[in-house]
Nanobody, 119 residues
Framework: QGQLVESGGGLVQAGGSLRLSCAAS????????MGWFRQAPGKGREFVAA????????DYADSVKGRFTISTDKAKNTVYLEMNSLKSEDTAVYYC????????????WGQGTQVTVSS
């Protein structure tokens, strides 16, 4: 079973930027989609962005389009989420997850990293 470890969260002012990292170990990601999700206090977990590891195709939630960018570094087996023009409503715990291509379910999750945007 692979492991995902997120890092890069923190406190930032509105309008600022952060880059989250998700380091994957214990598996080859060529057959996976990698996703970022977030959960704000009192709310359910929501999709943020995803990338197909092999092809690099991406998908974003409407709420983050144009502000967030998901990318990969294959040499480091790492997925990134570059977040710009942050808003207070982006405050949440951000999770990295892996889904095997052809599966509908993200089966492996990281522990999460807190992002807090102050207004």
């Amino acid at each position: 079973q692979g492991q995902l470890v997120e890092s890069g969260g923190g406190l930032v002012q509105a309008g600022g930027s952060l880059r989250l990292s998700c380091a994957a170990s214990g598996r080859t990601l060529s057959s996976y989609h990698m996703g970022w999700f977030r959960q704000a206090p009192g709310k359910g977990r929501e999709f943020v962005a995803a990338i197909r590891w092999s092809a690099g195709t991406t998908d974003y939630a409407d709420s983050v389009k144009g502000r967030f960018t998901i990318s990969t570094d294959k040499a480091k087996n790492t997925v990134y989420l570059e977040m710009n023009s942050l808003k207070s409503e982006d405050t949440a715990v951000y999770y990295c997850a892996a889904r095997l291509s052809g599966s509908y379910e993200y089966s492996t999750w990281g522990q999460g990293t807190q992002v807090t945007v102050s207004s």
